[in-house]
């Protein structure tokens, strides 16, 4: 078992369906991301969200749409996704940010367009 | 665009052997770190080597960094079947990338 939980495992939506990803840790981590991977692919970051502020935002589309409550959760909110979205999406935490801190990963949301 | 690269994409071994991989990376680094992802699953952290260390050591594995070849290595020794994952560096500076990855295939 992870630290890191993600929810849900998997999900199926149509391109014109609203979804979001859950990403929750309660390892007191300050620092936590959205990574895309594709089959056979390294993990692509997406966002890195520093003490609840959104720092870093690899240009995603904007029917991707981050959210982070509280220090403990992390949002990933889905709006008119195509078909080309689907893939396996990661979260990550670590303690702060900052180079010398390895991430903590969850198993990720499973993500099909039909 | 893509920072690091590994090599070999793929490697199968027999159990009990040794695995080395490679990772190359383009830009200057803090640390570089090496995570393992079986199939399914997300990426676990395995050892993590400064930009100032030269060789590491934990359990089963041994990381090497050539900071003047912006390169560094992995090696598995005694390779278990349980080694079988996708394994890939990760370079850690202005930004922080994965490598390409290697997928290991120990056969029992």
């Known amino acids: 078992d992870t630290e890191v939980t993600q929810t849900p495992k998997h999900l199926v939506m149509g391109m014109t369906n609203k979804k979001s990803l859950k990403c929750e840790q309660h390892m007191g981590h300050r620092a936590m991301y959205w990574y895309k991977q594709k089959a056979k692919k390294p993990p692509e970051l997406m966002f890195v969200y520093s003490y609840e502020k959104l720092s870093i935002n690899e240009s995603v589309p904007s029917r991707f749409s981050p959210e982070c409550p509280n220090s403990s959760l992390l949002n990933l909110h889905l709006h008119a996704l195509q078909p080309e979205d689907s893939a396996l999406y990661l979260c990550a935490s670590k303690m702060r940010a900052g180079p010398n801190q390895p991430q903590h990963f969850g198993d990720g949301t499973r993500l099909s367009i039909l | 665009s893509q920072q690091g690269e590994e090599d070999p994409q793929a490697l199968s071994i027999q159990e009990g052997e040794n695995a080395t991989m490679n990772c190359s990376y383009k830009?200057?680094?803090?640390?570089l770190q090496w995570y393992r992802q079986n199939s399914g699953r997300g990426l676990v952290h395995l050892i993590l080597i400064r930009s100032n260390e030269r060789e590491k050591h934990s359990g089963r594995l041994r990381v090497t960094l050539d900071t003047s070849k912006k390169s560094s290595s992995l090696l598995i020794t005694a390779s278990r079947a349980a080694d079988t994952a996708s394994y890939f560096c990760a370079g850690t500076g202005n930004q922080f990338y994965f490598g390409t990855g290697t997928s290991l295939t120990v056969i029992p």
């Open positions: 830009t200057s680094i803090n640390n």
